[in-house]
């Protein structure tokens, strides 16, 4: 079961490209990575590059991967195709492929990451795989793809659109925390005297209403959310299995 995310972005493909296909720019929207960085090459080997993942702030999980290719077809579509692998015994994937394709649709482009991978460690890999893994880095891809589509498309550089996603965050949980604590503030509704009797069933209705707000409102505009993507793009975006490499026709 692998994972492919779609986004649609108003912007220019040229841009696009070039956000996602330079280590430099990707490290900085893309969730999934704390570091990406191509690695020296020798004359005549294809370029390597070397990926990190901080999963703790003393625990930090690296890989390799290889661009195996590019596809640019007449009709202006263009895909990009890598393999990657981690030696890192932490690391659920083993080794894995990804493919990303771009397909200009009216004043923007449709941009497609697939990836699947085999994950190590067994049965409790597997299904640690499937039932939190997977799932996680699916959103985070769909969070990574919005991200980078506030920067396209607002210019909200992805460092201050992670700002405005926790702060957000911050706030939602704020109140819906206050709001659940206060649901048994017996004591307060004491303080209101002959009030409080109105009061007591006024009150949870209140608060109740901060709890839905706090978890129903649609994020901001301004704040990257991961259900802003096609977590299930068309089948036929995804159908066929992942390609090892890529033949340009040119």
């Known amino acids: 079961m692998r994972i492919c995310v779609e986004a649609r972005i108003r912007a220019d493909l040229d841009d696009l490209w070039t956000r996602t296909q330079e280590p430099a720019q990707q490290q900085r929207w893309d969730l999934r990575f704390s570091e990406i960085a191509h690695l020296p090459r020798a004359e005549g080997e294809p370029q390597r590059f070397r990926y990190a993942t901080r999963v703790l702030p003393f625990l930090t999980v690296t890989g390799t991967g290889v661009p195996t290719g590019e596809r640019r077809p007449p009709d202006g579509t263009r895909t990009s195709a890598l393999r990657y692998t981690s030696a890192h015994r932490l690391s659920l994937p083993a080794e894995g492929s990804r493919h990303w394709r771009y397909v200009p649709d009216g004043d923007g482009v449709r941009f497609l990451a697939c990836c699947d991978y085999q994950p190590r460690w067994g049965v409790f890999g597997a299904l640690a795989d499937r039932l939190v893994f997977r799932p996680l880095m699916g959103w985070a891809t769909a969070w990574s793809l919005d991200r980078l589509r506030l920067w396209l498309e607002r210019g909200i550089t992805p460092e201050r659109a992670l700002r405005n996603w926790l702060a957000e965050v911050t706030v939602r949980v704020v109140a819906a925390t206050v709001a659940c604590a206060g649901l048994g503030w017996e004591s307060f509704l004491r303080?209101?005297?002959?009030?409080?009797?109105?009061?007591?069933?006024?009150?949870?209705?209140?608060?109740?209403?901060?709890?839905?707000?706090?978890?129903?409102?649609?994020?901001?505009?301004?704040?990257?959310?991961?259900?802003?993507?096609?977590?299930?793009?068309?089948?036929?975006?995804?159908?066929?299995?992942?390609?090892?490499?890529?033949?340009?026709?040119?």
């Open 191 to 250: 303080l209101l005297g002959p009030f409080a009797a109105s009061t007591a069933y006024l009150l949870p209705l209140l608060l109740s209403l901060v709890v839905c707000l706090a978890l129903l409102v649609p994020p901001l505009a301004r704040t990257p959310a991961a259900r802003r993507c096609l977590r299930t793009p068309p089948v036929r975006a995804c159908a066929s299995p992942l390609p090892r490499t890529l033949e340009d026709p040119r």
